[in-house]
């Protein structure tokens, strides 16, 4: 059994929170709750967990001092953050704003907790790898994809536009602000595909229901009593290639007048409940396209190849090398006696002269493997970009782990990861066909 961190002080919402647990007999986390600071940063430290849950309205303890906490060393606390909020307190919105440079894959309105928390942290485990397992040393040609089912309720909908953004936030290839903008723009367009998709409701429709009070989950749990439109799903897919990332979020409904509706949606005012999606999404999108049908859009979101990777606290004081496209960064053969941390830039990976692969900011160390083992290098790697890199000598990374020991328990379990990795790529090329 696994340990879930909660930073919460407040005894109505660790009750909230112990409820929906108990409902979920089959739960496989052991339940931790952390109230004061010491406590809160050596278990973010020294656990490495890959789930954390904060109270973001917790009066009793100062979240903003562990969130700066998590930004100054967030290369090595890289978990995924269920945050629980009042809505009396705080606009959800906000919160997205002001805490875009963590990873925040979605935000629970502390009323929604007992029916929702367990739930949320099931659809997490069921995409545990897609969400946790960076791929490092991963060659970004080779691209990555995915793909969710999402049901006709708009409480999970934010979690699945989250997970979106972390992906790409993860990898470095936008930015915080990017990275806050798509969350919602995702959430806006899965939250159409099933209001006006799935369950049909128009436009016209959902404003006098509004009119008279009835919330959209209300509305769309009455059309839901309907077997058919209950059975019907949105498909949520994604795919990560070398220059650009696409989304996209296909429904079951009929479809509708993809031309007749963006006319519409350009000519009306841009604080309108109607078309927000679309609106958010054209402002950040290099491309969105629709199929013929209607029921399926595609935002294409170009990366930002000029985000940098923070440099954590403990490498502050080291050297800063600067690199140009086409430079030699390290050669094979050469002696190892440094190691660098990747900042910024993409690097092309040669053995005997034949690439073999791509560095960039997500891989967070180059050279790290002959120096540590202390052989000659094995590869030799060439900027495919300008980039920035931080030098660090035997000397300079010893004294950091020293005066940051948890650097070591997340090198060791990234050496770790790696190996796995490998050995998991040696069994397929032995298991596969014969020549």
Known sequence: MSTLGIINSDPKIKERVEYAFRQAPNHSYDLLFLVEKEEILEFLNFALPELVIINFSDPGINIDEI????????????????????????????????????????????????????????????NYQIIFQREFTKNLLDGASGSFTIE???LGVPLFSGIGATILAQRGLINPDSKMQLQLALAELIVNAI???NCGISYE?????????????DLIAEKCR????????????????????????????????????????????????????????????????????????????KHDLSVENETPIGFSREQTVLVKKGETVLREGEASDYLYYISAGTYEVYHNDKPVGVLSPQDIFMGEMSFLLNQR??????ATSSGKLILLTQKAFITVIREYPHYGIFLSKLLAKRLVRSNEQTAARLSGPAC
């Open 67 to 126: 969130v700066d906490h998590i930004q100054n060393d967030k290369w090595i606390l890289n978990f995924g953050i269920i945050g629980l909020f009042s809505h009396e307190k705080h606009k959800e919105e906000d919160l997205l704003k002001k805490y875009k440079a963590i990873n925040v894959l979605t935000l629970l309105d502390n009323l929604r907790l007992r029916t929702h928390l367990v739930k949320n942290i099931q659809i997490i485990e069921q």
């Open 152 to 154: 006709n309720d708009l």
């Open 195 to 197: 209001e006006h998709g």
């Open 205 to 217: 429709e959902k404003t006098k229901a509004l009119e008279r009070g009835i919330s959209p989950i």
């Open 226 to 301: 309907d077997p058919a439109i209950q059975a019907k799903k949105v498909t949520f897919l994604w795919e990560i290639k070398a220059d650009r990332s696409v989304f996209i979020i296909h429904d079951e409904g009929k479809g509708f007048d993809v031309k007749a509706h963006l006319e519409k949606v350009a000519n009306q005012d841009e604080y309108s409940l109607h078309g927000r999606g679309i609106q958010m999404a054209a402002g950040l999108a290099h491309e969105i396209k629709y199929n013929g049908k209607g029921n399926q859009v595609a935002l294409i979101i």
């Open 377 to 382: 290098r094995s590869a030799t790697i060439k």
